[in-house]
């Protein structure tokens, strides 16, 4: 139990940050534990934040982005390129997700970068979803 207070402490002064200090953050974590953002975000972490700043679960506001199918080989390539391009990945890890299919692009996204890049794999022809 004193963890979740710890985390919730923490998650109170993250929410004063601003959003280039938050940046700065999370790079310097990634460099840390040697983890990039696509890897940690395909991780099955889900603590609960029991802090005062509480969203309207009505309205939800950060989106996440799943690969759910690659209709035929021809298309793996194009898409590796796009997720490259979007989640600022190495190579690897851009083919491990393709791989992965179904599975997770980003998350954390506002609504319209959220559409933006399902626009984006819908013109290449890959079916991606909004969740």
């Given at each position: ?5 710890k985390v ?104 319209q970068e959220?559409?933006d890049f ?14």
């Open positions: 139990m004193e963890i979740i207070l919730n402490n923490i998650f109170d002064k993250l929410f004063d940050l601003s959003l280039k200090d938050s940046r700065k953050i999370i790079l310097l974590v990634e460099k840390c534990i040697e983890i990039t953002t696509v890897e940690a975000t395909t991780l099955d972490l889900s603590i609960e934040y029991s802090g005062d700043k509480k969203i309207d679960s009505e309205e939800k506001v950060l989106f996440d982005l799943f690969l759910e199918e690659i209709p035929d080989a021809s298309k793996k390539m194009k898409t590796v390129v796009l997720i490259r391009e979007i989640t600022k990945s190495e190579l690897k890890i851009a083919k491990t997700v393709v791989e992965k299919a179904p599975t997770l692009i980003k998350s954390g996204l506002n609504k959220a559409e399902k626009k984006r794999f819908d013109v290449i022809g890959v079916k991606v979803e909004i969740k």
